[in-house]
């Protein structure tokens, strides 16, 4: 067998083990949720800062929280793909196709988090509570979603939607 043949060979065998897809590795997996965290936490907060600070009804400032986690996760992924050229239109589809699933278990998971701490929807932001809950819950979203992230990434969908674009 020549070189050539055992390369194709090899190529085949690593794409038929793995759906065609370079292995997806725990920190790969790590680095992607922590991108969509990023996103999701500045909307995630930002709502419930807003929420509590004007008064808003528990489920209001949830609703909103949700609202700009996924506002800000779509841009922060949209401003990637735009500088590689895509228009912002096309850039939209490639961060609804990288994040949706991601940044939906991660309001999920911490709203729920939140939610189930005592006290921490009615806590100001002068308290501890307050901030100690929303720091926990995004913690636990981060934790819950990687393992979500990496089985995507593996079959070529979320945040390997956005890998061909940079």
């Not at 800062?49 to 779509?74: K, P, R």
Request: hydrophobic letters at 50%.
């Amino acid at each position: 067998m020549d070189t050539h043949e055992h390369h194709s060979m090899t190529d085949h065998d690593s794409h038929q083990n793995h759906g065609g897809h370079a292995p997806t590795t725990w920190s790969m997996a790590a680095q992607a949720t922590l991108h969509c965290l990023t996103g999701c936490a500045i909307g995630e907060v930002l709502g419930m800062v807003i929420g509590t600070a004007t008064g808003l009804h528990n489920t209001g400032t949830i609703i909103l929280s949700i609202v700009l986690a996924f506002i800000f996760g779509y841009a922060l992924t949209m401003r990637g793909v735009i500088r590689s050229g895509l228009s912002f239109s096309a850039a939209f589809k490639v961060a609804l196709a990288a994040d949706t699933v991601s940044i939906a278990v991660m309001e999920i998971i911490d709203n729920t988090v939140i939610v189930a701490v005592p006290g921490a929807m009615d806590a100001q932001l002068n308290n501890w509570l307050f901030w100690g809950s929303l720091a926990f819950s995004l913690a636990v979203a981060f934790v819950v979603t990687t393992p979500i992230n990496r089985w995507m990434i593996s079959r070529g969908l979320g945040h390997a939607v956005v890998h061909g674009h940079h």
